[in-house]
């Protein structure tokens, strides 16, 4: 199993995540070998058994609906990097 | 009396309520020894000792009041007891970094609540512990800030994620820490210290406030240097809270521990999928021995099988990084952490989670992303949750025939700083036994059974069926009534 840089290029895409040349070319190499020993598990014949996504028996929450007092705005805010009229503020979203 | 920052959890906890020692001269000989170890073991990212301080003139005040029959309510379980607190696990006001330096000036508006059971219990907060960033690794190498230094070798890795907490406690800087386990992250470091460590049942204790790494992994789990001392602090952690979906309602048993060490009618199980060749020998030599010392004590020793183990590895780093990619979506610079500014916000996005995550983060997302991505989904992450379910039937299988499992914890002892550099394969198998647990979702608790030629410690892992913690800490507790690993001291 060995990722072209392009795949590498577009996983990062998808993920949001800027690298530089080197990085690109380390995760290809480290990528590749990661999903090569992974590949092992695709000799397994899996048919009829569900996945298991919670160890947890299956079970709703459920809670009463009512009001409760959360984070202040001040607070929620306090973390933020740009703070503008008690919203976050963020460059240009679309052109 | 042995030097007060060398005191057990019961120890203290009895010298405190009997007035022979009072908490500020406790937190004041952890503070010194932590002043005095810090600069060659690295264990803290925060330190807290102003509100170490008065959390202790606030727990004297209380003591003497009851003392004096003013205050006739009852006192806090561990009321003084100083404690640390693995980075990921967040305390209102304190910076919590999770060993990033996307959080490095991260404050939380609120608190874990398994902190905040312990607060309530009476504890003295006395810093933040160095972790892996975001508790991805097993050597602490992987923090943002530096490594961890292992108390017993100090050119040795603590283990991780929860390195920081292990050494700590190994190193006698504080009676207990807490820290978090979603493949291994406090069994080995604590196998890699000299300490003993459990990660509880998935669901036992709320992960409400743990900063979120692979949510049907993460464990919040204990480090202390005895089983009982590590119960003690079970009980407190473990419970129900509706502000965890995950949290399970299961009554939570009073440990009960007894002097007597005998171990009469508990079956004992051993994979022998867990002692394979590459493991160290006197890993496998003290594990073998330890059993054996369990089995004199009267367990009987069954052989168990657990076929799908060889592919717990492959399926874990597949399932934590696609969790972690989700996860770690939030890491956008627009309500919290670091921005590296741009014109446009897709690219600074990408630029923030480029300069803010360290090299093993970026791995892990990246894998992830692939593992969850289009044409590869059903393939990777699918077969991978399949594959998780016949490992978890290993479990339920086997614990219909011994009450315990017993392994190594890690294959060596710990290994070098540096030691597995940029081959992250070779680092993901120092999790091969491990693992397992939190793919089935079991408890798994580990303890010194023992030290290599080199002076390492060894430890064994006991794991147990869903909710059954009790037996692990009965097993554990035998074996340090009648063995003295746990109380050596690495010289420092």
């Known amino acids: ?95 | 009396m042995p030097e007060l920052n060398e005191l057990s959890v019961r120890q203290a906890v009895d010298a405190l309520r009997s007035g022979e020692i009072s908490s500020l001269d406790l937190t004041r000989a952890c503070l010194a020894r932590i002043d005095r170890l810090e600069p060659e073991v690295h264990a803290f990212l925060t330190r807290t000792s102003d509100l170490a301080l008065r959390q202790a003139e606030a727990a004297d005040r209380q003591l003497a009041a009851h003392r004096a029959g003013r205050d006739e309510s009852p006192l806090p379980p561990l009321l003084g007891l100083p404690l640390a607190v693995k980075d990921v696990l967040a305390l209102e006001g304190v910076r919590c970094t999770c060993g990033s330096k996307i959080l490095e000036n991260f404050i939380p508006p609120y608190t874990a609540t398994s902190v905040e059971r312990l607060l309530k219990a009476g504890v003295v907060v006395v810093g933040k512990t160095n972790t892996d960033e975001f508790a991805m690794g097993s050597s602490t190498e992987n923090s943002a800030y530096g490594p961890t230094h292992n108390p017993w070798n100090l050119d040795h890795v603590p283990g991780g994620s929860s390195g920081g907490s292990a050494a700590a406690v190994a190193s006698r800087m504080v009676p207990a820490a807490v820290g978090s386990d979603t493949g291994g992250s406090v069994r080995q470091p604590a196998s890699y210290c000299g300490v003993t460590g459990l990660k509880p049942t998935y669901g036992r204790v709320s992960r409400y406030g743990l900063v979120a790494y692979g949510s049907s992994l993460d464990a919040v789990g204990a480090f202390a240097r005895s089983a009982e001392d590590v119960a003690l602090l079970f009980e407190i952690i473990a419970g129900h809270d509706r502000r965890d979906a995950t949290s399970m309602d299961v009554a939570v048993p009073k440990i009960q521990l007894t002097p007597d060490p005998s171990l009469a009618g508990i079956r004992i199980g051993v994979p022998k999928e867990y002692f394979i060749a590459g493991i160290q020998p006197e890993v496998e030599a003290g594990v073998r021995r330890a059993i054996a010392q369990l089995e004199a004590l009267g367990a009987s020793v069954h052989e168990v099988s657990l076929p799908y183990t060889e592919y717990a590895l492959p399926v874990y780093y597949l399932i934590a990084p696609a969790e972690a990619s989700a996860n770690l979506a939030r890491y956008d610079g627009v309500r919290f952490g670091l921005r590296e500014p741009a014109a446009q916000i897709l690219d600074q996005y990408k630029r923030t989670r480029g300069a803010g995550f360290g090299p093993e983060v970026k791995r892990r997302i990246m894998l992830g992303t692939y593992a969850l991505s289009a044409g590869y989904y059903d393939a990777y992450y699918g077969q991978a949750q399949k594959v998780r379910t016949l490992i978890k039937r290993d479990f339920e299988q086997a614990f219909t025939q011994v009450d315990a499992i017993a392994t190594p914890v890690a294959p060596t002892t710990a290994f070098r700083i540096g030691e597995h550099g940029d081959d992250p394969l070779a680092m993901y198998l120092e999790d091969v036994f491990t693992l397992p647990t939190n793919l089935a979702g079991v408890p798994g608790l580990a303890f010194p059974v023992g030290f290599d030629e080199h002076g390492l410690p060894v430890g064994m892992q006991l794991m147990g069926a869903h909710f059954h913690e009790e037996i692990l800490f009965r097993l554990a507790h035998a074996y340090q009534q009648v063995t003295d690993w746990h109380q050596r001291i690495p010289i420092l």
């Open chain 1, 1 to 95: 199993m060995k990722l072209t840089l392009e795949e590498v290029q577009h996983i990062a895409e998808l993920a949001r995540l800027e690298l530089t040349p080197e990085e690109e070319e380390l995760y290809q190499q480290q990528l590749s070998a990661i999903l090569e020993y992974a590949a092992r598990l695709q000799q397994l014949d899996t048919t009829g058994i569900a996945p298991t996504a919670s160890v947890l028996p299956p079970h709703s929450v459920l809670r009463v609906d009512e009001v409760k007092p959360g984070l202040t705005t001040d607070a929620a805010l306090r973390n933020a990097p740009q703070v503008e009229q008690s919203q976050f503020r963020v460059p240009p979203v679309l052109e």
